[in-house]
């Protein structure tokens, strides 16, 4: 059997448990921005050379398809409880984020993305992550109900991502390119 279903060729998409409304509609805006994450966050794992990086990237992963699915829920329809995200998955987050800081401590300035082809692509992963925020906190204020710890994790999972980018340079072997140069120079790897 093929895998599409023509469905969705007037523009419109279905909601789990039901309906169907435009593709440009808030809610499929949140769930694919979501979903775009998830596979910035899967070129950020395959081009890792930690092995710690890709197992955090993974579960970070894992949790943002079921925030696809939680957004996907069709508007007065219960959301299964394994969909749901909890407060405990925030401490997930914030957990692995003071292990990170506490193996590769966070710069005093920014940093340019680009320092190794894993760190680039976490450092994509991470701004995808925080227009996938936006896009679920632009859901909520159109009368979505949104979970507040699902905003709470997309806000850690972007923090724990830049984390994980500066991990992943040092993993790496090269060091973080400052913003500014300095009269000196940035060395570039």
Same mark, same amino acid.
């Not at 320092?115 to 680039?120: C, D, E, H, I, Y």
């Given at each position: 059997?093929?895998?599409?279903?023509?469905?969705?060729?007037?523009?419109? *998409? *279905?909601?789990?448990?039901?309906?169907?409304?435009?593709?440009?509609?808030?809610? /499929?805006?949140?769930?694919? +921005? =979501?979903?775009?994450?998830?596979?910035?966050?899967?070129?950020?794992?395959?081009?890792?050379?930690?092995?710690? *990086?890709?197992?955090?990237? =993974?579960?970070?992963?894992?949790?943002?398809?079921? =925030?696809?699915?939680? @957004?996907?829920? +069709?508007?007065?329809?219960p959301i299964p409880d394994d969909f749901t995200t909890h407060g405990?998955?925030?401490? %997930?987050?914030?957990?692995?984020?003071?292990?990170?800081?506490?193996?590769?401590?966070? /710069?005093?300035?920014?940093?340019?993305?680009?320092?190794?082809?894993?760190? +680039?692509? @976490?450092?994509?992963?991470?701004?995808?992550? $925080?227009?996938?925020?936006?896009? *679920?906190?632009?859901?909520?204020?159109?009368?979505?109900?949104?979970?507040?710890?699902? =905003? $709470?994790?997309?806000?850690?999972?972007?923090s724990v991502l830049f984390d994980l980018a500066r991990y992943e340079? %040092? %993993?790496?072997?090269?060091?973080?390119?400052?913003?500014?140069?300095?009269?000196?120079?940035?060395?570039v790897p």
């Amino acid at each position: 059997m093929p895998h599409y279903t023509r469905s969705g060729d007037d523009g419109s *998409t *279905t909601l789990w448990g039901g309906g169907r409304i435009p593709k440009d509609h808030p809610q /499929p805006e949140a769930y694919g +921005a =979501i979903d775009e994450a998830s596979s910035a966050l899967g070129l950020g794992r395959a081009l890792a050379t930690d092995v710690r *990086t890709r197992e955090i990237a =993974i579960e970070i992963q894992r949790r943002l398809y079921l =925030i696809m699915a939680e @957004l996907a829920v +069709a508007p007065g329809k219960p959301i299964p409880d394994d969909f749901t995200t909890h407060g405990e998955d925030v401490d %997930q987050l914030e957990a692995w984020a003071s292990e990170l800081e506490r193996l590769a401590p966070p /710069p005093n300035e920014f940093v340019l993305p680009g320092g190794s082809p894993g760190s +680039a692509a @976490l450092d994509l992963a991470r701004t995808t992550i $925080r227009r996938a925020e936006r896009e *679920t906190v632009r859901l909520r204020g159109h009368g979505h109900p949104v979970n507040d710890d699902t =905003i $709470r994790y997309l806000n850690r999972a972007s923090s724990v991502l830049f984390d994980l980018a500066r991990y992943e340079e %040092q %993993q790496a072997g090269v060091d973080a390119i400052r913003s500014r140069s300095t009269a000196t120079g940035d060395a570039v790897p």
